[in-house]
């Protein structure tokens, strides 16, 4: 088993380290805020008073509104909270629940936590990569589904655990995959 924790702990690093570059690749990617979208996050940033501490609490409601926060997002909210955008961009970047890529219609969700893992998430995992041709993080080019890989979700008697968007998907087999995915042909 600690051999499998290691595997697992060496496994979210690399993880990490690829979030961290991905997030940085796509905050290079212009995005042209609307005037009502600047109003809105400003309006998010009011709700917490501009208080330069509920940075976390402003970039969470600000993500659960747009969906994501690309670099744009992240200037109003320095502005408007007075701090640097860099601390802005650091705890975006930090954090690997903040996504700076826009997710897709249908973000499939793989859970990567020991009990999942234990029983063959990786290669679940594996399975959706290969079907979509995309990576951990990405997005497909027709915007259908995205993948990230998420902790423990409350449902390890299910393991291995799959949600996409809200609909969760127990004891998953690779087999299963092309199944689950042609759910959301449309
Ligand atoms: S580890 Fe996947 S649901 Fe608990």
Known sequence: MKEILRFAQNDKKADDSKNIEKKQNMSRIKVELRKDQIEKIGEICQSFNNEPGELINVLHKTQGTFGYLPAEVQEVIAKNLNVPVAKVYGVVTFYSFFTMIPKGKYPVSICTGTACYVRGAEKVLDEFKK?????????????????ACLRCVGACGLAPVVMVGEKTYGRVAPEMVKDILAEYKD
């Open 131 to 147: 079907e979509l041709k995309i990576q951990v993080g990405e997005t497909s080019a027709d915007g259908k589904f995205s993948i």
